[in-house]
């Protein structure tokens, strides 16, 4: 079966997703049945494609490797590379999935949520790695999916597309979830095995994440504490049904933590991981970020550099952990096919 | 939807998943519109039962927690407790679903393999815990199926509920799994974990693994990794497209392995774990069980006791590790429940 794919944001997600339609457009099509047909790309800064015979992948990646606009595009129709704002783009194109990829705006959820809806009331199913919509917005979109009987699928807010929302969905489903723990930043968890395995302090440890691009020049969504918050807040309110805000969960980063704290726990057989965490009691679902000293038997502790893992407590498997990439242009480009794989099984 | 149930062996699994379906009926219903009617069981020590009508689960698990016979079951027509071959009990039940759930012969793979291609050629899915059958006769079984349009599900073969299969199978659809290095077997892993932290030798250690009901009285298929063998002849086959069979790897276990190996081990900063191993190489898959000295750093360093853990190495994502549970009543009667749900799914 082929499915028709309008991308919403074409950075390095839409790149790296464009690249596996790409380079795996034969293993897709011989293993499951699928193929995919690019018929409309639309991105603030990089302009506007709306083909619907299907794009030319490569053309597409060579373009946006140059640095050039998708106005450049050859060989198109005329209209084709007319400048359409996303809802405009959404409005009018024949997609039956749109992959939102643009990004993240914590505080708003916009523009995102509007093009994640506008999708939905126009018959599409959607797939997001954007994590305001999702953290701001789940359960507004999830009823107006279903009541147009279509998805609405968010792998890659949390954890890339190391598969914990497809984890509960398929292998657990029949569990209860009652707890969570994970390490959901990879940039503090790199921070933070960096000071203890190298000794360093927190300003030379953050210093190297900046360096070597695990960091932002402002850090502070990551050592603040507020990208794990916003992706708490989305396995609460998907994995235990809570319905929390961000303003609702206590959150603590990790740039109050000194070399000498993290010598100390280590004295005790203790490691400092920043812990995402939420459970389930009576009904109520509360949730934290903070610095925690965890045991080495945790199987969180031996998460180290700018991995994540997530351990699900649920009532007939007991203690579940998976642990993998949080982050890059493939993983998360990968974790919007595993949503559109997902749709296409349906 | 209602599926029609027929379990053939109704051990330590068997009783699992009966008690699952009855402990969680309506969770089932209401969150997947899933309902199950158990209309048959066979069980060789335990008898049989035919009940197209449904047996009453709670009658039937305080029977046989009664160490009862199913002929004892009440309130029966003419003929329901009649005694019934499993192989006659799945040509005369009109279940849509066999559960097998009988003893594992490494060897032979029978009589469960025999059980299953009768389901099979009689219109019935088949889902099994049964690792003969999927270590010596998977590429089979599976086109037997493929031919019926029906499904042959193995989750329960490998780290009982812990979803390996449905992890391949969902979240990380469209990777490649190039290599695999897993824990696979929780009693060895037990006696190696309490050797290294209570400095126990081998002897001492494995048997307060048989006290505590982790090892058999004869400790061999552990100790010796033939159950890890099973296991990773599974996986090759499954997750490499491998066609190994059990002669094809080599297999070391951990009965030579001396406190003083551990120790020396942990001197050097690493630890000793029995690791099931393969990897896809120009077309070819290799495999092995081994005990292998791991560097804490790896994922699979830090699962002690009666954990299992498997480590896939994927193209797009990279290393996935998830661990879990190996064993258990309700784990492994999970498993069960979550191939029927994957059934109810399609």
Known sequence: MEHKLALIGCGTVGQ??????????????????????????????????????GIDIPAVLELLGQGKSLSDYPKVLPGQTEPLDPLDMIERTDADIVAEMTYTDIK????????????LRTGKHVVTSNKGP?????????????????QFRIEGTVMSGTPVFHLAEAGLAGNAVLEFKGILNGTTNFILSK????????????????????AEADPTADVEGFDALAKVVILSNVLLGGSLKTTDVPCKGISAITKADVEAAKAQGLRY???????????????????QKLPLSDPLAGVMGAQNALSLQTDLMGKITIQGAGAGKIETGFSILSDILAIHRC
């Open 195 to 214: 000071m203890e395995t190298e000794g360093m302090d927190y300003g030379p440890a953050l210093a190297l994440a900046q360096k070597l691009g695990y």
């Open 134 to 150: 999702a953290a701001l917005h789940y359960r507004e979109i999830r009823e107006l999916a279903r009541q147009n009987a279509l």
């Open 273 to 291: 991981k920043l812990i995402g965490h939420a459970k389930i009691d009576g009904g109520v679902v509360t949730a934290s970020v903070s610095p």
């Open 16 to 53: 790296g997703l464009l690249q596996i339609l790409h380079d795996k457009k034969d293993y897709l099509r011989d293993a499951f049945g699928f193929e995919a047909r690019v018929v409309a790309i639309s991105d603030k800064l990089k302009g506007s494609l709306l083909v619907p015979e």
């Open 108 to 119: 708003t959820g916009e523009p995102a949520t509007s093009y994640i809806k506008k999708a």
